[in-house]
């Protein structure tokens, strides 16, 4: 069934409408399942997003641990549709229209939260200076850029004040630059 398998093989997960896939620097293939509004990783393995910034093969999204070859949701609530859980655990909060992820250098996890108008990052590596994330929590998502309000204001100003219009796509180049479609 779609919606299906967190936890266990990804060969036998049910998917309900992935548009995006993204790799970490380890291999750990990253997912959006748009119409169930969640990302989900496949470990393939352990480091990057399928482990702590410590390095332990633990999964710091909530669960006991991960398996290699296995699927677990990072962010989002099945089908639940919202905009909530902004510095809290990805796991417990909720996206709307999930349409693009990518992985930047330091193994984070952006997504692009169509219906919200945002981008969304969740934290992985939060001990080295130069990530996105650092000080933050491990496994927390927080908004990235645009307000949460539709339009296209912003442009040579900070992303967080920054409006966008439904953005479908979200890319980071060599420099660990961001590019987003809307």
Known sequence: SVNSGDGTSAMAAGLYDPTSVATDSFGNVVLNDESGNVVRVVCMAS????????????????????TTGSIYKIAGQWTVAGYAGNGAAAKASTLAAPTGVA??????????????NVIRIVCVDV???ASRCFGQTVGNIYTLAG?????????????GAATL????????????????AD
């Open 147 to 159: 307000t949460g309000a539709a339009g296209s204001s912003g442009d040579g100003a900070a992303a």
């Open 103 to 116: 992985v930047d250098k330091h193994n984070n996890v952006l997504i692009a939260d169509s219906t919200n």
């Open 127 to 129: 001990v080295t200076p």
């Open 47 to 66: 480091g990057g997003i399928c482990s702590n910034s410590d390095g332990t093969n633990i999964d710091p999204f909530g669960g006991a641990g991960i």
């Open 165 to 180: 219009s439904s953005p479908r796509k979200v890319a980071v180049d060599a420099n660990n630059n961001i590019a987003i």
